[in-house]
């Protein structure tokens, strides 16, 4: 992938990374719970990007879908996340609760521009059972 859909928050060295920085800087190293919170968040800030360029007619249907699966099996590998923790997190990004409905409804939408299943979410977000559109 490359570009603008580089693998954001996919970083083998984070915890490597975090302990240097926290020597040169004298700051706290990050636990491994806030390094995945980043993770997840670097991840819905990638799909956020797809799915953008996307609705504005820059990506086709299934270049942008196999982008925006790839950020979404990156998401589901993440698991857990301290929900206040990544909401902070995304908020300083310019990502709110209706900035992720929209994520939501253009995944959910792609999907069925190319033929495939629609994922289904639940009022927390939180992905059910998909269903055929």
Known sequence: MGGAFSNVGEDPDDAQ????????????????????DEKYCGFLIGLDKVLEEWKKGKLRNQEALMHADYYMEKIQEVGRVDAS??????????????????????????????GQRVPQFDDNGMHRQDSHW
């Open 85 to 114: 923790r990544a909401k902070e997190i995304l908020a300083s990004k310019g990502v709110d609760d209706k900035r992720r409905l929209f994520l939501q409804q253009a995944y959910q939408e792609l999907k069925k521009a190319c």
């Open 17 to 36: 990374a975090s302990i240097i920085s926290s020597v040169i800087f004298g700051s706290k190293p990050k636990t491994a719970a806030e390094l995945r």
